[in-house]
């Protein structure tokens, strides 16, 4: 696995391709957009609906490179990408916790996360969402460290 950092950007994780993310709304209820986003997921390819929460959007790509390596090297604590990502998001490693912690809420606008601009865009279709604004992906320098490590396998 290569995962390149340039000036905090992560690239070419997917053969071209990169996590994308979107501050979005819909009219939908939430168990709705997460069967539509659910069943645009599976094996690396995911939409991950979150709370649009500051804390939370600092968190995605952090929490989806930990997550990545965790899945290429067949060692996810989770049965997807997706809830690898959402527990690394969320700090914890029970899935009920990272839910309550930064799952989407039932109203309001919410953050989806994917892996990929295309698939972002069929999900936003599907669900007959609207983008909000789009988000743009850094990795923070306050988070580089931690990221290396853990890619590392150290503690």
Known sequence: ???KINNGFVDDIFNGNHPVACLAAAELDKEELLEISLGLSSGKNFVLLVKNNS?????LLPAFISAYVRYTEKH????SLQKEILLFTAGTMNVGKAIKAAGISDNGEFIAFSSSKAL???FI???HSKIVKNISLQ???KYAVKVAM??????
């Open 1 to 3: 696995m290569e995962v």
């Open 55 to 59: 804390i939370i959007h600092d968190r």
């Open 76 to 79: 996810m604590r989770s049965s």
């Open 120 to 122: 972002l865009d069929k």
């Open 125 to 127: 279709k599907d669900s």
């Open 139 to 141: 990795l923070d320098r």
């Open 150 to 155: 853990a890619g590392l396998g150290a503690k």
